[in-house]
């Protein structure tokens, strides 16, 4: 089992930028697909953007396609989410996951390792 540490969430203005961070304890995160997920206050927890093992695919919500930016740099064994003209609707707490040997889907079922989480706050 690999863990998984969030970073870079915090409070900006809509249309502002924020990129996070998912740190993971593997030397093998070349192994691992990626998601991003978010869960507002309420809401279940909903499928944002995934990315491959290498890298070399990747597929988002609809909701922010042309917006947000998957990434993963497998030789610091980190991935990363930019988020560019954010809008109040995007406020929730954004978790990495990791699946092991997987694809890249937008199954939160699919993916057995966990963050704890980064609150991202977008005021109007």
């Known amino acids: 089992q690999v863990q998984l540490v969030e970073s870079g969430g915090g409070l900006v203005q809509a249309g502002g930028s924020l990129r996070l961070s998912c740190a993971a304890s593997t030397r093998t995160f070349g192994d691992y697909a990626m998601g991003w997920f978010r869960q507002a206050p309420g809401k279940e927890r909903e499928f944002v953007a995934a990315?491959?093992?290498?890298?070399?695919?990747?597929m988002y919500a609809v909701s922010v396609k042309g917006r947000f930016t998957i990434s993963r740099d497998n030789a610091k064994n980190t991935g990363y989410l930019q988020m560019n003209s954010l809008k109040p609707e995007d406020t929730a707490v954004y978790y990495c996951?990791?699946?092991?040997?997987?694809?890249?889907?937008?199954?939160?079922?699919?993916?057995?390792?966990w963050g704890q989480g980064t609150q991202v706050t977008v005021s109007s």
């Open positions: 990315i491959s093992r290498s890298g070399d695919y990747t």
């Open positions: 996951a990791a699946d092991l040997y997987g694809r890249g889907t937008p199954s939160r079922r699919d993916y057995e390792n």
